[in-house]
């Protein structure tokens, strides 16, 4: 059994270890509230995009502009890509594909997966608990 990870960034610019992580770990969510403190839930890195949304309201259209506040990072970004920077910058989520390959993005990994000759269904570590 995995432990639950969490990283000491301390604003933009600042990334985890490119060796990554499964999506289906464990994290500690460190989105400021407030006074110093941080929400700290354990979550795992699919349900990212839900914990957000229930604990820390961030819903809306996918244009909705809000600020990171994953350890003070405060950088600005649209719903829509505030969970994708989160997932890649600070909790390090990588996808696999067969053929050894690493990418921090999803989409990225699908697309290579049309070209790569060892791709197949299911070939990637990274599987998701629907």
């Given amino acids: 059994m995995s432990g639950f990870y969490n990283y000491p960034s301390s604003g933009p ?6 060796t990554g992580h499964s999506i289906n770990e464990m994290f500690q969510c460190m989105w400021d509230c407030g006074h110093g403190l941080h929400c700290c839930a354990i979550i795992r890195g699919h349900s990212l995009s839900d914990h957000l949304r ?9 244009k909705t502009r809000f600020w ?13 890509s505030l969970v ?12 696999v594909c067969g053929c050894g390959s ?4 999803r989409d990225t990994l699908n697309k290579h997966n049309q070209t790569c000759p060892t791709s197949a269904p299911f070939s990637r570590r990274d599987t998701l608990n629907c």
């Fill in 13 to 18: 610019g600042v990334s985890v270890s490119r």
């Fill in 54 to 62: 229930e604990a820390h309201g961030i819903y809306g259209s996918d």
């Fill in 68 to 80: 990171c506040l994953w350890n003070s990072c405060n950088r600005e970004s649209n719903k829509d």
């Fill in 84 to 95: 994708r920077h989160i997932k890649e910058t600070h909790m390090g989520i990588m996808y």
């Fill in 102 to 105: 690493t990418f921090s993005r």
